[in-house]
């Protein structure tokens, strides 16, 4: 700990975990073929949404029989679409371990009121069980916990043989983690997270298996025409080669391909995954050496090489009243924020009072570890401040 203000910012000092940091020397410039002014349904708009599938399944390394859908209102827009249409023809099992796991669990049991349902939850910086899942069900899950830093730690858990469908929220997982497609059935993301794309558009991508239940089953409740992804009983392929259900945003297609294209450029998704853990090492070797800092996942095989979550351990800090320590937390954040040593890496409002730093692929480790002396400098002045005890 020092009192002494570091004397060098970051670089980029954006470690939000979405939107999250634009890639490595992104400027405006990088927009200026974007098809402005033109429809999405004309050839020029057709030929980038197209592209963009194509350069997604490239760098993800998504099967050729996958299908890959560019859809409205980011991960979660995605997410929905494959609850509400998919969702009800067998027993499902939620899983959830924070917050927008939690959510996803509240979308099934409340909203689509599906009674034969199994709720397996851990708290933050845990994992559920995943012995007890029941693959005879339909399985939704979160690859990578974005609230919590905990992620499964591989696809061991999930039965090749499964009757139901593997559903995998991946969204701050995809282009940092590798993906075990052959264990996935239906997978989501959005633009904004690992590769920090922009905002508002979302990815599903169907399994062969997937696909057959789209077309094999009805649900018994409308669907919004936004949701609608078959027609006849045959899927609407035009979705999975850029005809969007809605109109997209040409200037974020634009800048969704040039992140690809940078991510090609470096040596494709092996490249980014190594870009994402050596960020999180710098994050785990400052905490080895930092008394007052831990991970909110003790355990080393469930972490997150994205959203990167701590909590203070001080006692100083920990005997304060809850409400106190998350003050302290907020305000070792708005002390740093304000001196521009990085910006947006709070815990999550549901989380445990702490930090979650953006580690993926397109932050670099010399901000991150610019970062931690920032910490170091905002906790002892933290600390200072604080009432002596009597």
Excluded at 135 to 145: I, R
Excluded at 314 to 324: E, G, Q, S
């Amino acid at each position: 700990m020092t009192n002494v203000m570091p004397g060098v910012r970051p670089a980029n000092p954006h470690f939000s975990s979405g939107p999250c940091a634009k890639r490595p020397g992104w400027t405006l410039q990088a927009l200026s073929d974007a098809a402005l002014g033109r429809s999405h349904r004309a050839k020029i708009g057709k030929v980038k949404l197209k592209a963009a599938i194509e350069l997604t399944r490239e760098v993800l390394q998504v099967p050729a029989d996958y299908k890959i859908g560019i859809v409205p209102a980011s991960d979660t827009g995605a997410i929905e679409m494959a609850l509400w249409s998919l969702l009800g023809a067998r027993p499902v099992t939620m899983l959830a371990w924070e917050s927008f796991g939690e959510g996803w669990v509240t979308d099934v049991v409340k909203q689509l009121k599906l009674k034969d349902t199994t709720v397996l939850k851990a708290p933050y910086g845990q994992l559920p069980d995943l012995t007890k899942v029941d693959w005879s069900n339909d399985v939704v899950f979160t690859w990578n916990g974005t609230t919590s830093g905990v992620r499964v730690p591989n696809s061991d858990w999930i039965k090749a043989d499964r009757e139901g469908l593997a559903i995998c929220d991946a969204t701050s997982a995809a282009f940092a983690q590798r993906l075990d497609w052959a264990k996935l059935d239906v997978v989501t993301f959005s633009w904004q997270k690992a590769l920090g794309g922009e905002a508002a558009h979302g990815v599903l991508v169907l399994s062969p298996r997937a696909v057959a239940r789209l077309e094999s089953y009805t649900p018994p409740w409308p669907l919004p025409k936004i949701f609608r992804m078959t027609k006849g009983g045959k899927l609407i392929d035009g979705i999975f080669v850029g005809e969007t259900i809605n109109t997209p945003s040409m200037l974020c297609v634009e800048d969704w391909i040039d992140t690809l294209s940078w991510a090609k450029s470096i040596g494709g998704l092996e490249a980014l995954i190594g870009r994402a853990d050596a960020n999180t090492k710098v994050i785990a070797d400052w905490v080895a050496k930092t008394p007052w800092a831990a991970f909110l996942a003790v355990d080393p095989a469930i972490r997150s090489n994205t959203s990167v979550c701590l909590v203070v351990t001080d006692p100083t800090v920990t005997a304060l009243a809850a409400d106190a320590q998350v003050a302290f937390a907020k305000g070792l954040v708005a002390a740093i924020e304000k001196e521009g040593g990085g910006f947006d890496f709070g815990h999550y409002r549901d989380a445990p009072p702490g930090l979650r730093i953006w580690c993926g692929a397109t932050v670099e480790a010399k901000d991150v570890e610019i970062l931690t002396r920032w910490l170091d400098w905002a906790f002892a002045k933290a600390k200072a401040a604080l009432p002596k005890a009597a």
